[in-house]
């Protein structure tokens, strides 16, 4: 019983890193690319509906890869496939 707590707490610690890190990444990806497009819309003002259009769908993008990441935590977390190999391993040996 004692291993099936270690792979809970560590399946906790893997979820945290994985919602951590993904949200860290989407938060810096959008704000890069909403520098480059402020950037480039003071450069040619002409091209800003273009450009706009081409931001939100990057923007999407990178939010939906955030999403898919929160997608595999939340299914460790409910769902864990690591405790019931362990609990068949358990029950074998």
Do not use: H, W, Y
């Not at 890069?32 to 819309?41: Q, R, V, Y």
């Not at 898919?68 to 074998?92: D, Q, R, T, W």
Request: hydrophobic share 65%; net charge negative; charged share 10%.
């Amino acid at each position: 019983m004692e291993f099936i707590a270690n792979v809970q707490g560590l399946t906790a610690i893997a979820i945290g890193i994985i919602i951590g890190l993904g949200a860290l990444g989407a938060c810096l990806g959008i704000a890069i690319m909403g520098s480059k497009f402020l950037e480039s819309a003071a450069r040619q003002p002409e091209l800003v509906p273009m450009l706009q259009g081409r931001m939100f769908l990057l923007a999407g993008l990178i939010d939906a890869a955030f999403i898919i990441g929160l997608a595999v935590a939340l299914f460790f977390a409910f769902a864990n496939p690591l405790i019931e190999a362990v609990k068949l391993a358990g029950a074998a040996g």
